[in-house]
């Protein structure tokens, strides 16, 4: 089966600092999600990647799709308190439209 | 700016009990999804539904689980015979395009 492994699990940045979220997957994506959750809150859909090598940006979350589709990175410029909760990427298992999720990354910004 | 809405917020059973819960997708998508996560656990997917009928569901989603959408506006999942594992957030989503909208939530607890 596929899985999503996402690094760092957590991580900890002053106001206004660049940080990026990893996210490899065990198998080729063929469509990858990014989403925002805010503890025991539902998921907010940030972006969506399909084709190798495609970066979309939202705000100041950049998120990027390697050209072999196996890994994702998610980038966030300047960063604020408001850029903190649990990121996750998700993902369509391979050949299904059973969807599976990574372990998520924990933001904390300090202000 | 369109929602999904789920209810209860929260609901306890107990254990052995059917549970229902609801959900209204946005109005115009196509794809409704139910998700569930245990507490400090990954994102399940437990059932994918499209055109009135199930197109994929997970190991999760086995006999003790139903979807319905009977009136062409609600959405919701049953659980015929509460398990004490059967504890968590359940999320309910609809999609369109790209995009992927989750509600925010039922916090089942079986007693």
């Known amino acids: 089966s596929q899985e999503l492994e996402q690094s760092p699990q957590s991580l900890i940045v002053q106001e206004g600092k660049n940080l990026t979220i990893n996210c490899t997957s065990s198998?080729?994506?063929?469509?990858l999600y990014w989403y925002k959750q805010k503890y025991g809150e539902g998921l907010i859909f940030l972006m969506m990647?399909?084709?190798?090598?495609e970066e979309k940006s939202h705000e100041k979350i950049t998120a990027k799709l390697d050209e072999k589709k196996q890994q994702s990175s998610l980038h966030i410029t300047a960063s604020q308190p408001s850029h903190a909760g649990i990121y996750l990427c998700?993902?369509?298992?391979?050949?299904?439209?059973?969807?599976?999720f990574g372990t998520g990354t924990r933001l904390k910004v300090l202000a | 700016e369109p929602e999904v809405t789920q209810t209860p917020s929260h609901q306890v059973t107990q254990m052995g009990q059917e549970v229902i819960l609801r959900c209204v997708p946005i109005?115009?998508?196509?794809?409704f999804y139910w998700y569930r996560q245990i507490l400090g656990q990954k994102v399940e997917f437990l059932v994918s539904f499209y055109n009135n009928e199930i197109s994929e569901k997970s190991e999760i989603f086995d006999d003790q689980f139903s979807v319905e959408r009977p009136d062409g506006s609600n959405f919701t999942l049953k659980i015929r015979s509460t398990k004490l594992e059967d504890s968590a957030m359940y999320f309910c989503?609809?999609?369109?395009?790209?995009?992927?909208?989750f509600g925010p939530g039922t916090r089942l607890t079986v007693t």
């Open positions: 109005s115009n998508h196509l794809y």
């Open positions: 989503a609809s999609r369109v395009g790209e995009e992927e909208y």
């Open positions: 198998k080729t994506l063929y469509g």
């Open positions: 998700g993902a369509a298992e391979s050949g299904t439209y059973k969807y599976i």
């Open positions: 990647l399909q084709k190798g090598g």
